[in-house]
C-alpha cells in the first residue's frame, strides 16, 4: 500500500474526521483487491463495517450519518433502504440492458482498473416526469446490495453565499467514505447552463465547483443525477458523465404490463386492461401506477374486496384528468 494513503489514514485518526478515515481506508482496500489480496480486502471490509449498520436486504453496511449544513444544521442527505429490484420495473430493453450491466460491472472494478479500464461511477438520468428514474437508481442501489443516498437539493441550495459549493463539497467526502448509490434528483436545480442570462453569479460557481468535484470523484460508489428538463443542463455536465440513459415515457404494452402487475391480486372479473392501457397512451409510468391505486381505493371505499371493470374505468378517467 502507498505510504501517502497511510499518512491519511493516520492523520485522518489524528483529527477524528470519520469520513477522511473511512475515504483512505477504502483506497488501502481498493489497492489491495487490485493486487490480487483478495482475502485480505475482504477482511478489512469487514473490518470496516462493523459497528452500527443498516440491513439493506444482502447483509449489513456501515451507515454513517450525513454531513450538516453548518448554519443551519439541516441534513444535505436521507439513506434509504432500497425495496426496488430491476425484476420489479417495467423499462425498455435498451434501459434494462444499460442498468444490469452497471450493476454487473461494479463488482469488477479492481479487475478493469488492472488492465487499466476506468470505472463507470457517474451516470445521468434524464427523461419525462413520472418514467422511473427514482425508481431505477433506487433498484440500482437493491442490486448491489447498498444503501440509497438520497442528496437533499433543498437543504444543498443555501442561503448564504458561497455556502452551496461547501455543501457540495460535504457530500462528495461523504459519498466518497463508503460504497451506496448517490442519487442526486432533480438534478437540474444545481446544473444549469452557465451561459443563461438569467442565472447570477452563484449558480455559475456551482456549477464551476460541481463539475470540479464530479471530475475529481473516485470513491467506491456510484452517483447518480436525474433529470425532467436535461434542456436547461450545461453543456459542460453531460461528457463529465460514465454513462447518459434515456427514460422515455412508456409504450402502449409497457403500460399494459403495469396495469396487469399492479391489479394481478385485486381483480374480481376480467377486467379491460388493453382498453384502458391504450386510453393512458402518452402519459407516464406513474400514471399507469396511480390508476391501479386509484381503482383499488374505489374498490375498498365501496366495501368490495376486488377491482370491478367500472372501478378500473373511473380510475382511467380520474387519471386522464389530472396534470402529469
Not at 225 to 239: I, K, P, S
Not at 316 to 324: G, I, L
Request: aromatic share 6%.
Amino acid at each position: 500500500m502507498a505510504g501517502r494513503d497511510l499518512k491519511e489514514l493516520f492523520r485522518a485518526f489524528r483529527s477524528a474526521d470519520e469520513l477522511a478515515f473511512r475515504r483512505a481506508a477504502n483506497t488501502i482496500i481498493e489497492e489491495e483487491e487490485a493486487r490480487h489480496h483478495v482475502a485480505l480486502a475482504r477482511d478489512l471490509r469487514k473490518i470496516l463495517a462493523s459497528g452500527d449498520t443498516v440491513d439493506i436486504g444482502h447483509g449489513d453496511v456501515r451507515l454513517v450519518q450525513p454531513p450538516t449544513d453548518p448554519d443551519q444544521g439541516w441534513e444535505l442527505a436521507t439513506v434509504h433502504r432500497p425495496e426496488r429490484y430491476l425484476g420489479n420495473l417495467v423499462l425498455r430493453p435498451t434501459v434494462r440492458t444499460a442498468l444490469t450491466d452497471l450493476a454487473k460491472e461494479v463488482p469488477e472494478w479492481s479487475r478493469l482498473e488492472a488492465l487499466g479500464v476506468p470505472r463507470r461511477n457517474r451516470i445521468i438520468f434524464y427523461g419525462p416526469p413520472g418514467c422511473g428514474k427514482t425508481s431505477a437508481a433506487e433498484a440500482l442501489a437493491a442490486e448491489l446490495g447498498v444503501p440509497l443516498v438520497v442528496v437533499r437539493l433543498d437543504a444543498i441550495v443555501s442561503s448564504y453565499l458561497g455556502q452551496t459549493a461547501g455543501n457540495l463539497r460535504r457530500i462528495f467526502d461523504y459519498a466518497s467514505s463508503a460504497q451506496w448509490v448517490v442519487l442526486f434528483d432533480e438534478f437540474d436545480a444545481l446544473g444549469r447552463e452557465r451561459n443563461d442570462a438569467s442565472e447570477h453569479g452563484e449558480i455559475k460557481r456551482v456549477v464551476n465547483s460541481f463539475l470540479q468535484l464530479l471530475d475529481s470523484y473516485t470513491g467506491p460508489g456510484l452517483l447518480v443525477a436525474a433529470t425532467n428538463h436535461e434542456e436547461t443542463l450545461d453543456r459542460g455536465l453531460w461528457r463529465r458523465f460514465d454513462e447518459v440513459v434515456e427514460f422515455p415515457l412508456p409504450t402502449i404494452k409497457e403500460i399494459r404490463t403495469l396495469l396487469r402487475r399492479g391489479l394481478k391480486h385485486a381483480k374480481a372479473e376480467p377486467l379491460p386492461i388493453d382498453e384502458a392501457g391504450t386510453s393512458l397512451r402518452g402519459l407516464p409510468h406513474a400514471a399507469a401506477e396511480a390508476t391501479v391505486w386509484t381503482a383499488i381505493r374505489i374498490a375498498v371505499r365501496d366495501g368490495r374486496a376486488a377491482v370491478s371493470v367500472d372501478d378500473l374505468n373511473a380510475a382511467v378517467s380520474a387519471t386522464k384528468r389530472r396534470r402529469w
